[in-house]
């Protein structure tokens, strides 16, 4: 009698999966604070002749406003310095410090951005940068600035900006 006797072990490779979790734990009494802006399109109307310096003061431009939802909440974290506004865009291609021109057609400007400014006429960096909001409105200014190093060619300009509440 032939006995015969065969093993074999198939080799699995598990793979194993990641889950990335994050949040924000809140106090029972916190809430949703909300953005209004005093103008929602821009429209600018300027000679290359009056365009000021990318990353200089500037006490010109278009002035905005900016006001947080009016709950007793958000004005307490007003009141207390816990909120600042930032002004994110796709960034230009000199500094990185304005909101770049998105136009693409034939006549698009180059050489160009939009600046943010505090009431002061002091730059705000897009993307980077923070504006203290204030009671009952927070101002601020936008302007076509020159970008650095760059020659201004005259035509279209076309923008977005988000203006995001921060938590401090």
């Known amino acids: 009698m032939f006995i015969s006797q065969a093993w074999a072990q198939v080799s699995v490779n598990d793979t194993a999966a990641q ?9 029972g009494d916190e809430t949703s ?4 802006l005093s ?4 429209n600018f109307n300027t000679s290359t002749d009056d365009i000021k310096e ?23 974290q007003i009141e207390n310095n816990h909120i600042v506004f930032k002004f994110t865009g796709q960034k230009d291609n000199a500094s990185g410090t304005v909101l770049a ?10 050489g160009v951005g939009v600046a943010t400014y505090n ?6 960096d ?21 970008l650095k ?9 076309q923008g977005t900006m988000t203006i995001e509440i921060q938590r401090l």
Do not use: W
């Open 101 to 110: 021109n998105n136009s693409t057609s034939e006549g698009a400007a180059k």
């Open 126 to 146: 897009i993307n980077t940068g923070t504006l203290k909001a204030t009671l009952p409105l927070t101002p601020f200014k936008l302007d076509i600035v020159k």
């Open 33 to 36: 604070c909300a953005v209004g």
């Open 149 to 157: 190093d760059q020659d201004v060619v005259p035509g279209d300009y």
């Open 19 to 27: 889950l990335h979790l994050m949040g924000t734990l809140k106090s």
């Open 39 to 42: 103008q929602s399109t821009i």
């Open 54 to 76: 990318q990353n200089k003061i500037n006490t010109g431009g278009i002035q905005l406003m900016l006001s947080v939802s009016n709950t007793d909440y958000c004005r307490y």
């Open 119 to 124: 009431n002061a006429g002091i730059p705000v």
